[in-house]
């Protein structure tokens, strides 16, 4: 039988040179760039790396180090694909204070599609305060289930079938003690049941900024639990350890320098493993990587195709067998990205990161709802049903909609994905290597050479975003003006504590053999996590456990979260603060811009079709700021534009938009008519500051202006807060 034909067969073949034409086609010329540009252009990513705009066969890397799928490098996953493969795994966040609707959460989740539970502790008992405490007064439900005990935890998962969907933790710091919670409540189940107690001490340390003891002990001591883990627990599906690089992407980190502390993070826990006795092999199969996940599509699959890469590199070195060369690889939505304005547009952020994350061939997925950060910001009681079931479908979509989990790597073969994946790969080992060289995760941590490289990552990446060079919908393109519909009820947290406190007093006091027991188990550095799994089952709390084992209260600050629309929400909050006449500041559900709030008048001169361009634009940008344009119909003359200016309030602030016809004279006489008007601040849309002030303005903004500057000097304008009438004092605002 005669092969098919190609399915190209009927179309005429397409040369490099027609395709670079095509992909060059649409460029903004640049006066650096010959015309027709000559060699295929190119971009950087936020690490410098190369990104051109055609990829062809002459980019094919050979030798392919991606290998086969479900093979050694793991490049293309550790599974063959196909309609009986396995899907990603869906592990759904569950943050509600209150264990009996962290409950009806969790069992909702379940129903909806969920496949594995994510139970973050609170705050109090992430960081061990005692109840009674005033920290543990301030901290007792926010931002986790309120979890103590084991009957608690008992409490928060009956009626869910554990064997069949594992729980995984968020302890932070105390996770140690909040596994043996965890392992004391399903033993009670009588069933075998998986689990990832997520043991992370240099997450939690660069989350929370203390551990509350020292981080080299608590890097041992996690290096003694997964050995135990592995004997007493492995064969029932319980892992450990956990690589979670949330706090170093909250905080900047690219793609390479996430993946680089990520393997330095791995590589510290498999040391630690081999100290306490655990040989490599089974030390990977202890620990569970957790990578932050975006918006930058193809930047995102080749970042999880890459750390599989580079751990089986480690692996290898490490004496592993090929078939053994890999850890479970789960991803979550980066909280960098979402917006606490509209947040609505987190939707289309949170689907684009789990596409990234299913073709890039993750395990699991947590998806964020796109409520967090109002529920977050008012102290609601986590996301919303709404925003829970939206995160699962989400998944769900791509799963049985989409179908990708019936194929193998997806992006496999794709000249960019695959030089991309090499480029992240070489890089990442090579800024692993200066980690090393510098005393490796522990050591950068603690010498703040990495905050401040962070830092600088993610003020050039800010920088980006102020000056539209990244867009972020919904932030600083197409924003919206007017009320979300978001509006989480606050939770009374004083109250929930002060219960808290009366119910766990209820306790009878426990035998003090436990507590000896423990501390002689931490002593002797074996044995320790069925030490505290006993405590617990005899009803010991978190914070007791925590101290048994020389642990303190921990309490500091972490990197910060440098979410990528805090600069324009800033503004949005001062906006609708003037808008509501509270002179200060505002909750982010509170930003709303009324018909009659910070207002500015946009004065439109010629025909409809000349200036709606401009009008457009600049209505766009000032609604960044939170600033209304009350736009005017088409100016012709001085009489049209008082008489618009006076229909829309009188307003003190005015801003020109033009087509391009229309003559200098025309935009001059239009300034002279509103300085003449009483306009304290005229602003011309698209034109520099030298080109606005020669035409009468005080300030002109265009595509590439920093815009956070440009329009806090235009809401001070508005609130009055600064004198604008002179360029002078508009360019000292800016």
Same mark, same amino acid.
Request: hydrophobic share 45%.
């Given at each position: 039988?005669?092969?098919?034909?190609?399915?190209?067969?009927?179309?005429?073949?397409?040369?490099?040179?027609?395709?670079?034409?095509?992909?060059?086609?649409?460029?903004?010329?640049?006066?650096?760039?010959?015309?027709?540009?000559?060699? =295929?252009?190119?971009?950087?990513?936020?690490?410098?790396?190369?990104?051109?705009?055609?990829?062809?066969?002459?980019?094919?890397?050979?030798?392919?180090?991606?290998?086969?799928?479900?093979?050694?490098?793991?490049?293309?996953?550790?599974?063959?694909?196909?309609?009986?493969?396995?899907?990603?795994?869906?592990?759904?966040?569950?943050?509600?204070?209150?264990?009996?609707?962290?409950?009806?959460?969790?069992?909702?989740?379940?129903?909806?599609?969920?496949?594995?539970?994510?139970?973050?502790?609170?705050?109090?008992?992430?960081?061990?305060?005692?109840?009674?405490?005033?920290?543990?007064?301030?901290?007792?439900?926010?931002?986790?289930?309120?979890?103590?005990?084991?009957?608690?935890?008992?409490?928060?998962?009956?009626?869910?079938?554990?064997?069949?969907?594992?729980?995984?933790?968020?302890?932070?710091?105390?996770?140690?003690?909040?596994?043996?919670?965890?392992?004391?409540?399903?033993?009670?189940?009588?069933?075998?049941?998986?689990?990832?107690?997520?043991?992370?001490?240099?997450?939690?340390?660069?989350?929370?900024?203390?551990?509350?003891?020292?981080?080299?002990?608590?890097?041992?001591?996690?290096?003694?639990?997964?050995?135990?883990?592995?004997?007493?627990?492995?064969?029932?599906?319980?892992?450990?350890?956990?690589?979670?690089?949330?706090?170093?992407?909250?905080?900047?980190?690219?793609?390479?320098?996430?993946?680089?502390?990520?393997?330095?993070?791995?590589?510290?826990?498999?040391?630690?493993?081999?100290?306490?006795?655990?040989?490599?092999?089974?030390?990977? !199969?202890?620990?569970?990587?957790?990578?932050?996940?975006?918006?930058?599509? $193809?930047?995102?699959?080749?970042?999880?195709?890459?750390?599989?890469?580079?751990?089986?590199?480690?692996?290898?070195?490490?004496?592993?067998?090929?078939?053994?060369?890999?850890?479970?690889?789960?991803?979550?939505?980066?909280?960098?990205?979402?917006?606490?304005?509209?947040?609505?547009?987190?939707?289309?952020?949170?689907?684009?990161?789990? $596409?990234?994350?299913?073709?890039?061939?993750?395990?699991?997925?947590?998806?964020?709802?796109?409520?967090? =950060?109002?529920?977050?910001?008012?102290?609601?009681?986590?996301?919303?049903?709404?925003?829970?079931?939206?995160?699962?479908?989400?998944?769900?979509?791509? @799963?049985?909609?989409?179908?990708?989990?019936?194929?193998?790597?997806?992006?496999?073969?794709?000249?960019?994905?695959?030089?991309?994946?090499?480029?992240?790969?070489?890089?990442?080992?090579?800024?692993?290597?200066?980690?090393?060289?510098?005393?490796?995760?522990?050591?950068?941590?603690?010498?703040?050479?990495?905050?401040?490289?962070?830092?600088?990552?993610?003020?050039?990446?800010?920088? @980006?975003?102020?000056?539209?060079?990244?867009?972020?919908?919904?932030?600083?393109?197409?924003?919206?003006?007017?009320?979300?519909?978001?509006?989480?009820?606050?939770?009374?947290?004083?109250?929930?504590?002060?219960?808290?406190?009366?119910?766990?007093?209820?306790?009878?006091?426990?035998?003090? !053999?436990?507590?000896?027991?423990?501390?002689?188990?931490?002593?002797?550095?074996?044995?320790? *996590?069925?030490? *505290?799994?006993?405590?617990?089952?005899?009803?010991?709390?978190?914070?007791?456990?925590?101290?048994?084992?020389?642990?303190?209260?921990?309490?500091?600050? /972490?990197?910060?979260?440098?979410?990528?629309?805090?600069?324009?929400?800033?503004?949005?909050?001062?906006?609708?603060?003037?808008?509501? /006449?509270?002179?200060?500041?505002?909750?982010?559900?509170?930003?709303?811009?009324?018909?009659?709030?910070?207002?500015? $008048?946009?004065?439109?001169?010629?025909?409809?079709?000349?200036?709606?361009?401009?009008?457009?634009?600049?209505?766009?940008?000032?609604?960044?700021?939170?600033?209304?344009?009350?736009?005017?119909?088409?100016?012709?003359?001085?009489?049209?534009?008082?008489?618009?200016?006076?229909?829309?309030?009188?307003?003190?602030?005015?801003?020109?938009?033009?087509?391009?016809?229309?003559?200098?004279?025309?935009?001059?006489?239009?300034?002279?008519?509103?300085?003449?008007?009483?306009?304290?601040?005229?602003?011309?849309?698209?034109?520099?500051?030298?080109?606005?002030?020669?035409?009468?303005?005080?300030?002109?903004?265009?595509?590439?202006?920093?815009?956070?500057?440009?329009?806090?000097?235009?809401?001070?304008?508005?609130?009055?807060?600064?004198?604008?009438?002179?360029?002078?004092?508009?360019?000292?605002?800016?």
């Amino acid at each position: 039988m005669p092969d098919p034909a190609p399915l190209a067969a009927d179309f005429d073949p397409v040369t490099t040179e027609a395709w670079l034409k095509a992909a060059t086609a649409k460029r903004k010329p640049s006066p650096d760039d010959p015309p027709p540009p000559t060699e =295929v252009p190119h971009g950087t990513t936020e690490d410098g790396l190369p990104v051109r705009w055609l990829y062809t066969p002459a980019d094919a890397l050979a030798p392919d180090p991606g290998g086969v799928p479900g093979r050694a490098p793991f490049v293309r996953g550790v599974g063959p694909g196909g309609e009986d493969e396995p899907a990603w795994q869906i592990r759904q966040a569950q943050t509600a204070p209150v264990r009996r609707d962290a409950r009806a959460a969790i069992l909702e989740d379940l129903e909806g599609g969920a496949t594995q539970i994510g139970l973050r502790l609170d705050r109090a008992a992430r960081a061990g305060h005692a109840p009674g405490s005033d920290a543990f007064a301030t901290t007792r439900g926010r931002d986790g289930v309120m979890l103590s005990t084991a009957d608690d935890v008992g409490e928060t998962l009956d009626g869910v079938y554990v064997d069949l969907a594992p729980v995984a933790l968020e302890a932070g710091a105390q996770a140690v003690p909040a596994a043996a919670l965890l392992l004391a409540a399903l033993a009670r189940t009588g069933k075998p049941a998986a689990a990832a107690l997520r043991i992370d001490p240099l997450g939690a340390l660069a989350a929370e900024g203390a551990l509350g003891r020292d981080a080299a002990d608590a890097v041992a001591e996690a290096g003694r639990i997964a050995a135990e883990v592995d004997a007493r627990w492995g064969a029932d599906g319980v892992v450990a350890l956990a690589v979670d690089t949330r706090a170093h992407a909250n905080a900047g980190a690219t793609a390479v320098r996430e993946l680089a502390m990520a393997i330095a993070t791995g590589v510290a826990y498999l040391r630690a493993a081999e100290a306490a006795g655990l040989a490599p092999e089974r030390a990977a !199969a202890q620990i569970e990587f957790t990578l932050a996940v975006g918006p930058n599509q $193809f930047e995102e699959i080749a970042k999880l195709r890459a750390v599989r890469r580079l751990w089986a590199r480690v692996l290898e070195l490490s004496g592993v067998d090929a078939d053994a060369r890999r850890s479970p690889t789960y991803a979550r939505t980066t909280d960098r990205m979402l917006a606490g304005v509209d947040p609505w547009t987190n939707m289309l952020r949170a689907t684009t990161a789990g $596409f990234a994350a299913a073709v890039g061939g993750a395990d699991g997925l947590t998806v964020a709802p796109f409520d967090t =950060v109002v529920a977050d910001a008012v102290g609601a009681a986590g996301p919303g049903p709404l925003g829970r079931r939206i995160a699962r479908n989400t998944q769900l979509i791509l @799963q049985e909609e989409s179908g990708l989990r019936r194929v193998a790597d997806p992006a496999g073969g794709s000249w960019y994905v695959e030089s991309l994946t090499d480029e992240l790969a070489r890089a990442a080992w090579e800024k692993l290597q200066a980690i090393e060289a510098a005393g490796g995760a522990l050591a950068v941590l603690t010498d703040g050479s990495w905050a401040a490289e962070l830092a600088e990552a993610a003020d050039a990446r800010e920088q @980006q975003l102020r000056t539209r060079r990244r867009d972020l919908t919904g932030v600083n393109q197409f924003p919206l003006l007017g009320d979300d519909k978001v509006h989480p009820e606050p939770l009374d947290a004083g109250e929930l504590a002060e219960r808290e406190v009366a119910r766990l007093a209820e306790r009878p006091p426990l035998d003090g !053999a436990l507590e000896a027991r423990v501390r002689e188990a931490a002593a002797a550095g074996d044995g320790l *996590l069925q030490a *505290l799994v006993d405590a617990a089952e005899a009803g010991a709390r978190i914070d007791e456990l925590a101290a048994w084992i020389g642990s303190q209260p921990a309490t500091g600050t /972490g990197l910060p979260v440098r979410r990528d629309a805090e600069p324009f929400e800033a503004l949005r909050r001062e906006a609708a603060a003037h808008a509501a /006449g509270a002179g200060g500041d505002a909750a982010l559900d509170e930003t709303v811009v009324s018909p009659a709030g910070p207002s500015v $008048f946009l004065a439109c001169l010629g025909a409809l079709a000349s200036h709606s361009t401009a009008a457009t634009w600049a209505t766009n940008f000032l609604g960044v700021g939170g600033l209304a344009a009350r736009q005017s119909p088409p100016l012709t003359s001085a009489e049209a534009v008082e008489q618009a200016w006076r229909e829309a309030g009188e307003l003190p602030v005015a801003v020109v938009a033009h087509g391009r016809e229309e003559s200098d004279q025309g935009i001059r006489h239009t300034t002279d008519t509103l300085r003449g008007l009483g306009v304290r601040t005229i602003l011309l849309a698209q034109a520099d500051d030298e080109r606005a002030t020669a035409l009468g303005a005080d300030a002109g903004f265009r595509d590439g202006v920093d815009m956070v500057a440009v329009l806090r000097a235009a809401l001070d304008a508005v609130t009055g807060t600064t004198p604008t009438n002179d360029h002078d004092d508009a360019e000292a605002a800016r």
